[in-house]
């Protein structure tokens, strides 16, 4: 099913930071040393959320009378967010870089198919882009020590 | 797509809110009910001619008062109203669908533009600000004092229930008057809410009421003389035969804010998919009950290929609008708000067929609604061709999804059928050409003019116009123009000797 109006766009944002937050969160109570590290990724998704919202409910009248609508295909960023039991913590670390290179295109695809609406809301996507781009350099790091 | 949850759990009786306090109504009670799914969701009270006059006292007992409150100090009532609504903002957005049927992300947009008057009345001691000259003659000066009036009646109508009071009332409790608001009553809860809000907010009591009704209540404020002005939004034949007429001889300041046949000209040289587009909110958002919707589309050539090709265009995407419950957040579109609107609706689509346009697509059986929804309220998006200007369905407000598709040879006969019509509220042109569209803005007579624009709804700092059968008055609702209809001009003139 393919999602057309704004609000799908934005409740689907919202589920990607929610699910990976859930993720790490998990990820976190089977890492010794980088528990600190997973859990500060899982409270900045909850920030990325408000921040998303804020776009959304700040340029919603150009939404609006803008004949606005997205073209996403949720099936296209699909998030394995399971930690399976027997897995081993590495195997969960290559997971989590999957889940960001996901949400990454996600949020440049937004922000591309919604150039046409005030910059807030193409902004705001693209500044989280940007920064989970350094997160995957963190988990880069994690995996090499 | 699940469904957002309902803000109204339960039916309650709505009061009224007069001099700070929550009043239940002696009048008759009729149901308000959810247009989507056709449940009951409150009941309103018919409130009586006793219970108005109760309100317009104590709006006029609170004015003098609230006058002498200084305009930093009334700007502070209003900002924190407007983080009451930011607070609230999904709740009152969530109402207005559940009441009205609009979608949600079109509720989000009214509450938006409803909060945007708020801020903008929080500019109150700069907006307010008179002027003055020195030495208009030696040793004399002279000055302008911008003062309030009394207390003012604003009447909402039912296709924006949240937003349209809002053009008003805030720039009226700014600048120092009280005002006593009549909601529709057919969607009274967004303005109930809103009311509570303003509870909250601490406004005196007195400054901000509501009271429930319908034509009695309407009937008793137009003879009211305690009552100096009245904001109303809705048909022509109420605003300019009842409310301007009634207001003219009770000698009542007005803005009357009618009805519309809004006329979309697309030149062969637009942008053809922004355009389509565009078209799909204007004709077909707020499920065409909104006064700035585009009714007609005037195809301007006579190229045949341009046209077929166009038409095709607006077809297909016609077709994959989604229509169901507005708390689902995947529908595009939702219920007309009563079955009474939609059998109106239907007889002119049958005036449309009986006069000789072509129907294309047949929103009476072409459809169908996502979910599980009794489909008393809900009608499919309906396409005419061949429409003349003479035909009903191309000339009278329908107020509902029906797009009528006329063609012309030119853009002078473009404008000529746009201005032969009775109203005069939103039109526009899309093109490419920057001398057609300058052209067109210059000649149309339209109180709002959109260039690649589908829904010309001015921003709240600007004025919401309107021409012709569109408006009566002279000043306009939102920022600089509703701070004058709200306030006299006080000139002072000065010497000491």
Redesign the interface.
Known sequence: MILHTASEGVTFAKKLENDSAEFYEKLAQRSTGNAETLLSFAKENRKYVTQVESAYYGVITDAIEGCFAFNIDPDDYVLKTTVDDGADYTGALKQAVEIEETIIRFYTDAAEQSKSLMADVPRAFMLIARKRAGRLEKLGSLLEG | ?ALLEEPIKEVRTLKNYIDGEWVESKGEVIDVVNPATYKTIARVPISTGEEMDAAVEAAKAAFPDWRRTTPVARARYLFRLKELLEEN?EEVSRIQTQEHGK????S??E???GI?NVEVACGIPTLMQGYYSEDIAHGIDEWVIPTPLGVFGIIGPFNFPFMIPLWSAPYAVATGNCVVVKPSSEVPNSQTRLAELVEEAGFPPGVWNMVHGGRSVVSSMLEHPDIVGITFVGSTPTGRDVIYKKCGETGKRVIAQCGAKNFMTIMPDCDVDRTV??????FF?NAGQRCLSAANAVIVGDDDTFYKNFVEKVIVQIKSI?IGYGLD????MGPVRDKEKKDRIIRYIESGIEQGAKLILDGRKDFSIAGDYPGVCFLGPTVFENVTPDMRIGSEEIFGPVMSIMRVKDLDEAISITNANAFGNGNSIFTSSGKSAREYQYNVTSGNVGIN???V?PMAFFPFSGMKDSFYGVLHTQGREAVRFFTESKVVIQRWF
Do not use: L, P
């Open positions: 797509m903002f979608t949600i992300d079109e989000r947009g509450t938006r533009r945007e587009a565009a078209m799909m909110t204007s958002g989604k957040e995947s529908v595009q624009i589908g829904i709804a």
